[in-house]
């Protein structure tokens, strides 16, 4: 069974203390690996997909990067709005063709000005 | 650019009395569409997915049920809600491109309590 279990579930930092949330799962062949962004009472917003062990991609303050064990959101320098619940989600290569992802609890970030 | 609607945007129910959640999405042809619950401290849980008109797929046995009758429609209802169906029901659609993953956007959620 695929898991996702992510660290810390919550994280409190200063304004432009940066820092890293981790994303460690078990799945029997990766087809991809998924970060949302969830505000409170609001759906989950897409930030990015990884495929690949190595690989990386970045928006804004945001970089996320993919081992094949794990993958990390790091946040550099951020801001009170970059606080958000961070969800980590993969989907398995079984799967193709309904694309069910399978989701972590997620890391409640806060920021504090 | 693609939209997906969910309604209501709360809901506050009986136990015993039945459910109606629709989802629409704008914007694309045929995606797939998904139904999750989240409740406190826990992951997204799939509920039920659709490929396509008619086909729905049930990830975990429950009380619920889902329906697609319309290529961008998704509904899922209940007859008989129970004080466990209470949570945030998110719908979400993707599109399958080339044979490659495709990300899941979802909807901005129905607040279910049931009392």
Known sequence: ?113 | SQTIHQWPATLVQPVGSPLSLECTVEGTSNPNLYWYRQAAGRGLQLLFYSVGIGQISSEVPQNLSASRPQDRQFILSSKKLLLSDSGFYLCAWSVLRGGRVDTQYFGPGTRLTVL
């Not at chain 1, 940066?18 to 460690?24: A, V």
């Open chain 1, 1 to 113: 069974e695929d898991q996702v279990t992510q660290s810390p579930e919550a994280l409190r930092l200063q304004e432009g203390e940066s820092s890293s949330l981790n994303c460690s799962y078990t799945v029997s062949g990766l087809r991809g690996l998924f970060w949302y962004r969830q505000d409170p009472g609001k759906g989950p917003e897409f930030l990015f997909t990884l495929y690949s062990a190595g690989e990386e991609k970045e928006k804004e303050r945001l970089k996320a990067t993919l081992t094949k064990k794990e993958s990390f959101l790091h946040i550099t320098a951020p801001k009170p709005e970059d606080s958000a619940t961070y969800l980590c989600a993969v989907q398995a290569l079984r799967n193709f063709g309904n694309e069910k992802l399978t989701f972590g609890t997620g890391t409640r970030l806060t920021i504090i000005p």
